[in-house]
């Protein structure tokens, strides 16, 4: 079984940055995409941005050109290097494992803060 563990959260002013790393341990037969997710107090958790297992990646419009993913298969560690940080992206920082009808799990969450 899959464990995913988030860290790299933290406090930073506006037009700082902060790097996410999120740790797979564990097997599974599964092939599965990495994807980011946030959740801000009081409104729904979006899509932030997605790996999948041959590289591809995919961005939400509003962090495109600011925040970028990457992996470490020798690890098993995805990360999301954020720049150019506003408030607006003050949120808990999920990650996710799925495949379609093979996997589907998340991690704890890390909370990233931006103050103006």
């Known amino acids: 079984q899959v464990q995913l563990v988030e860290s790299g959260g933290g406090s930073v002013q506006a037009g700082g940055s902060l790097k996410l790393s999120c740790a797979a341990s564990g097997y599974t037969r599964c092939t599965y995409e990495m994807n980011w997710y946030r959740q801000a107090p009081g409104k729904q958790r979006e899509f932030v941005s997605r790996?999948?297992?041959?590289?591809?990646?995919t961005y939400a419009d509003s962090v495109k050109g600011r925040f970028t993913i990457s992996q470490d298969n020798a690890k098993n560690t995805v990360y999301l290097q954020m720049n150019s940080l506003k408030p607006e992206d003050t949120a808990m920082y999920y990650c996710n494992a799925w495949s379609l009808n093979c996997i589907n799990l998340w991690g704890q969450g890390t909370q990233v803060t931006v103050s103006s």
């Open positions: 790996i999948e297992h041959y590289g591809t990646t």
